[in-house]
């Protein structure tokens, strides 16, 4: 029997691909919603694919590279969210990642600041 070390997989995901996993610290949604954003004292019409406490993935016609600051807000549901009326949320983030598709830019957001206001 060979003493050698047996070849370990790849610690950093257990799967041997070398490839982070992805973590998720929130429940996401699958909510098609408009959403307004502000990008550099601009403001763009986009909408999201899904949200959660701590990010959201939406679509828009042009590339926000990551690592950019944005504003942004959405009008929430009140059926979502187990309210009598809809919510508007005012939020500031950052951009995590971008990628062209056919439909626009897929662009994920963190949600580091937010603020709800009831219509």
Partial sequence: MNSSTPEMPDSTNGNGTGKRPEVRCAVRFPLSLPLVLFNENKEFSAVTRNVSASGIYF???????????????????????????????????????????????????????YEFSQE
Avoid: Y
């Fill in 59 to 113: 679509v828009i016609d042009h590339q926000i590279k990551p690592g950019e600051i944005i504003g942004f807000s959405l009008r929430m549901p009140g059926a979502v969210l187990g309210t009598q009326k809809d919510v508007t949320v005012q939020c500031r983030g950052r951009v995590v990642r971008s990628s062209a598709e056919e439909s626009g830019f897929h662009t994920a957001a963190t949600i580091d600041e």
